[in-house]
Each structure stands twice: as structure tokens, then as C-alpha cells.
């Protein structure tokens, strides 16, 4: 039994500790965000020629390394590596910046690619909330972004991504256009003002677009770039907020392997909803493949949705896209009665990794 997303009341119950509030927030959170890195103290990486950019984090936090390889790929002169996981790969070393993104500053994986940096002798940049890389950072005088604690990391996306994109103009690595940012912010402002609990769910696209998944199973498909990214985090984003298993690959590789998997199985995946992020300015070829690929499968699912993608800038279009899903996530546990914030099998297995230090 599905619950109403219009009845506030039991949307209060069942969000106890604010996960919806902190996507309404997200306007707010970014606006904070750009305040941080303005006030951050960078001087000893300025003027620094870095031989190449290594993001590390895991879950939430790695999200922000993700999207921020996507969104500079076009104009960055020098490497960016995403580093999910315990090891730096051997290239990373000295001369390179290694921004590491851990929202509670205690996940052990990003702890150790940092631990191996520091030992490399590569110019450091930590972001965090607290825990032990905050303590880190304090003690051996660190370049720091020091963000807000007191969230879920998936609900401060905001914060974790903001600051370093932003960073990496000031350290000369990108450059930002001003009027890129305020088409994000002002995109972002008005969509908070449509995707909030107050908007009906006949008027309120986040809400439709949880409706529509309901019991289904998910499959998300972006292309390459930033909807890769994207795709990525509405897949995980479902998977957290939503309690809810999600797939989900790219374009064009999916082209080369995946759709000949829809051949099979179909009294299975009609209960799958395929949700595709379209840009209208992707080039035809993209058009082309995804509207043939999306006509080969479609009897094979009960729906195929697509994620308009609003804005001109490639940021204003991340952003906005990405707001629309991970907010949906947050309503799809609402309609079906959970609570979007705990993470428990997360939370249970650190504790049992913990327990080996
Ligand atoms: O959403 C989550 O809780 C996880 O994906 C975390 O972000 C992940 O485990 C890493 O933790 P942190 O973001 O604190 O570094």
C-alpha cells in the first residue's frame, strides 16, 4: 500500500531526521558551499604547477569526484584521477594534488590512498566534516575545506562538491565562468521551489517521478560524461534513500553488450521501469542511438521515463538533473513508508571492519 507524498503529516513521521529538508535545502547548501571555499585558506597551494589532480572518497563523498571529472573534462590541461578505494595508482605522486573528500573523515579506504599521497610527498587538500581526517588535517596544517556536520553525506552533495570544484578555479586548474554558476543557482532555486513537500504531486515532478518507479525495479541509463556520472548517483541514490535495488549503465557502451541482454527474461523485467537522462543538445549520433535502443526495449519494461535535462550550462544541466532524481529517491521511500536516512548494512559492516584496526 502506497502512501499519499501530498500528506505532510506522515511524511514528517516517517522523516524524522530531515532527509527531504536536506534536498529542499540544497539552494541553500550550495550558496553556503561557495561561501566555504571563498573563506578557505589555500595560500599554500597557490601557485603551486600541479602535474595532475587525484580525487579521493567512497559512497556520498566519492559521488563529488565523479562529477567533477565530468564537468572539467573539457577544459582541464592535466590528468584527474578518481581514486575509489584503499590504493593510489603508482602514477600519483609528487607534483600532484590529492583532494581528499570524506563527508564523516573516517572512511578507511580514502584514509589509506591519503596516508600513501602524504608519503609521496603530493600536495594535500582535505574536505571533511569531522573524524579523524579533520584531526589530520589540524595537526599537519593541511589546506582545508571544512564543511558542515550533521547530514547524511548523500544529502551533502552541496557541500562535499561544491568547495572543490570551486578550489580547483582558484588554484588555477579550471576556469569557472561566473555566469555558469548563476544559471546552476538560479536553475536550482527555482526547482526547490517546485520539488518541495508543499507541491502537489500532480504539479511536482520529483513526486511523479516516485510514483512512477513505485514497486518497479529501476534501470537508469545515461551517456557518457556527465550523465554517466548522473546516472550513477540516481542508481545510488535509490539504493539508499529508497531501500531500493537499481542498475544502471551508459551509452554507448550499453550499445555493445547489454541490449542483447533484454532478449530474455521478459516476464521478469516487465516489472522494470528503464529511466533514461536525455540532453537536447546531445550530438545526433547520441540522439540516434538512444532513441533506436530505447524503441528495441521498450516492450520488454513496463515504462520507459526520461529525465529532462533543463539549462544551458554544463553545470546548470548536472545539477538540475541530478537535483530531480535525488530528490525523487528521497520520495520514493516516503511513498512506500521507509524512512530514507538510515544506512544500515553500511553502518553495521564499518563497524565490523572497525573492529580489525
Ligand atoms: O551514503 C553513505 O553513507 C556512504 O555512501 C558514505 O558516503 C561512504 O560510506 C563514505 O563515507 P564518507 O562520506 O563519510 O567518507
Redesign the pocket.
Known amino acids: 500500500m502506497m502512501n499519499n507524498l501530498d500528506d505532510l503529516k506522515k511524511i514528517q513521521e516517517l522523516d524524522p531526521t530531515g532527509m527531504l529538508k536536506a534536498e529542499e535545502d540544497f539552494y541553500e547548501q550550495l550558496i553556503e558551499a561557495q561561501n566555504i571555499a571563498k573563506n578557505a585558506d589555500l595560500l599554500k597551494l597557490n601557485s603551486c604547477e600541479f602535474k595532475g589532480v587525484a580525487i579521493l ?7 563529488s569526484a565523479d562529477i567533477i571529472k565530468t564537468l572539467v573534462a573539457d577544459e582541464i590541461k592535466v590528468p584527474v584521477e578518481v581514486v575509489k578505494g584503499y590504493d593510489l595508482p603508482a602514477f600519483v605522486g609528487k607534483g600532484w594534488l590529492v583532494v581528499a ?7 578507511e ?2 584514509i589509506s590512498a591519503l596516508n600513501q599521497a602524504i608519503g609521496r610527498d603530493a600536495y594535500i587538500l582535505i574536505e ?2 569531522g ?1 579523524k581526517l579533520k584531526d589530520l588535517a589540524e595537526k599537519s596544517g593541511y589546506s582545508t575545506l571544512n564543511i558542515p556536520s550533521g547530514l ?3 544529502g ?1 552533495i552541496g557541500y ?1 562538491f561544491f568547495p572543490v570544484y570551486l578550489a580547483m578555479d582558484t588554484l588555477g586548474l579550471i576556469d569557472i565562468d561566473e555566469s555558469d554558476v548563476k544559471e546552476a543557482l538560479d536553475l536550482i532555486k527555482e526547482k526547490a521551489s517546485i520539488y518541495n513537500r508543499k507541491t502537489l504531486t500532480t504539479a511536482n515532478p520529483a513526486k511523479q517521478l516516485a510514483v512512477k518507479i513505485g514497486d518497479r525495479l529501476p534501470i537508469i541509463y545515461g551517456t557518457e560524461g556527465i550523465y554517466s556520472a548522473l546516472s550513477y548517483r540516481l542508481k ?1 541514490e535509490i539504493n ?1 534513500n529508497g531501500k531500493t535495488p537499481c542498475w544502471w549503465n551508459n551509452f554507448s557502451e550499453l550499445n555493445h553488450n547489454e541490449t542483447v541482454g533484454w532478449e530474455r527474461l521478459s516476464g521478469i523485467t516487465s516489472s522494470f521501469i528503464l529511466i533514461a537522462f536525455r540532453d537536447p543538445e546531445a550530438h545526433q549520433k547520441m540522439k540516434t542511438r538512444i532513441e533506436v535502443t530505447l524503441g528495441q526495449i521498450k516492450s520488454n519494461v513496463a515504462e520507459i521515463v526520461e529525465i529532462p535535462v533543463e539549462g544551458h550550462s554544463k553545470l546548470a544541466k548536472a545539477l538540475s538533473a541530478m537535483y530531480l532524481g535525488d530528490i525523487a529517491s528521497v520520495y520514493l521511500a516516503l511513498l512506500t513508508g521507509v524512512d530514507p536516512t538510515p ?1 544500515v548494512k ?2 553495521s559492516l ?1 563497524a565490523e571492519l572497525a573492529k580489525l584496526d
Open positions: 572518497g567512497m559512497g556520498g563523498s566519492g559521488f573528500v570524506s563527508y564523516s573523515g573516517n572512511t579506504e580514502t571533511c566534516s573524524g547524511q553525506p548523500r551533502a562535499l545510488c539508499e544506512v553500511i553502518e564499518k
